[in-house]
């Protein structure tokens, strides 16, 4: 792949790159179509790539042993999927699914190794966005724990939206509600509600923000805390 076609990133992750380490980068960073549903990695498989959504968003999940799933991690263009590679361990228990389908890159665990050795503003940087991780992690079970359906499902929407840069995707309340682990019931009666006050439109699988407003009131302020903390530690300013 030639440098031009990556001059500017779209993944944030990418972008507070150094333009030094960057580049080292693009040659063997490859694109990649996401398409929704695909699963990017089982729990249990080694992961042999890196990937860097740009209007993707990909979930990371936990299956039980009866099958049900609860998302544990959301994923989209402020990050990458791949944390094991980071910690040199290429392995996961956890399964990554594409939830919103663009497209986005991939580097083998290979080269990104490769390229960390050779440059510590590049670990540097994965290591923050780990930490970043960490803490969604860690609040994301406090938020299932203690907030309502509706703040989980505003919190859910406000975060999709904000890393595919788009106030309308394609998902099912069904997979909506495998990835927040709740019923169907819950997420379509939530749904219904944020329509008539007019906060959502939802039309045949089809979701469109009315308004970010609204929506924020109604989420909890674990998006808030979590939005921000992957922009400090991304070094990015406040919107």
């Given at each position: 792949?030639?440098?031009?076609?990556?001059?500017?990133?779209?993944?944030?992750?990418?972008?507070?790159?150094?333009?030094?380490?960057?580049?080292?980068?693009?040659?063997?960073?490859?694109?990649?179509?996401?398409p929704q549903h695909q699963i990017l990695y089982h729990a249990g498989e080694h992961y042999d790539y890196a990937y860097?959504?740009?209007?993707?968003?990909?979930?990371?999940?936990?299956?039980?042993?009866?099958?049900?799933?609860?998302?544990?991690?959301?994923?989209?263009?402020?990050?990458?999927?791949?944390?094991?590679?980071?910690?040199?361990?290429?392995?996961?228990?956890?399964?990554?699914?594409?939830?919103?389908?663009?497209?986005?890159?991939?580097?083998?665990?290979?080269?990104?190794?490769?390229?960390?050795?050779?440059?510590?503003?590049?670990?540097r940087l994965l290591m923050r966005y780990v930490q970043a991780r960490i803490i969604e992690l860690g609040q994301t079970?406090?938020?299932?724990?203690?907030?309502?359906?509706?703040?989980?499902?505003?919190?859910?929407?406000?975060?999709?939206?904000?890393?595919?840069?788009?106030?309308?995707?394609?998902?099912?309340?069904?997979?909506?509600?495998?990835?927040?682990?709740?019923?169907?019931?819950?997420?379509?009666?939530?749904?219904g509600k944020f329509q008539k006050e007019g906060i959502i439109s939802y039309s045949r699988g089809k979701i469109n923000?009315?308004?970010?407003?609204?929506?924020?009131?109604?989420?909890?302020?674990?998006?808030?805390?979590?939005?921000?903390?992957?922009?400090?530690?991304?070094?990015?300013?406040?919107?």
């Amino acid at each position: 792949m030639s440098a031009s076609n990556l001059d500017k990133p779209i993944n944030r992750l990418l972008a507070a790159l150094p333009q030094q380490v960057y580049q080292s980068l693009v040659p063997y960073l490859q694109p990649v179509e996401l398409p929704q549903h695909q699963i990017l990695y089982h729990a249990g498989e080694h992961y042999d790539y890196a990937y860097f959504p740009s209007h993707s968003i990909v979930s990371t999940v936990a299956i039980m042993e009866n099958g049900s799933t609860t998302e544990i991690g959301v994923i989209g263009n402020e990050g990458m999927v791949g944390l094991p590679i980071i910690l040199d361990t290429n392995y996961t228990n956890s399964t990554a699914i594409v939830q919103v389908g663009d497209g986005g890159y991939r580097i083998s665990a290979k080269h990104l190794q490769q390229e960390l050795n050779l440059y510590p503003e590049l670990k540097r940087l994965l290591m923050r966005y780990v930490q970043a991780r960490i803490i969604e992690l860690g609040q994301t079970a406090a938020c299932n724990r203690y907030h309502s359906i509706e703040q989980r499902f505003a919190r859910w929407l406000l975060t999709v939206s904000k890393n595919i840069q788009k106030d309308e995707f394609q998902l099912t309340q069904e997979f909506i509600a495998q990835m927040i682990g709740v019923r169907r019931t819950g997420v379509s009666e939530v749904a219904g509600k944020f329509q008539k006050e007019g906060i959502i439109s939802y039309s045949r699988g089809k979701i469109n923000i009315l308004s970010d407003k609204k929506l924020e009131a109604s989420a909890c302020e674990c998006y808030k805390l979590i939005d921000s903390e992957f922009s400090r530690l991304l070094g990015e300013r406040e919107q």
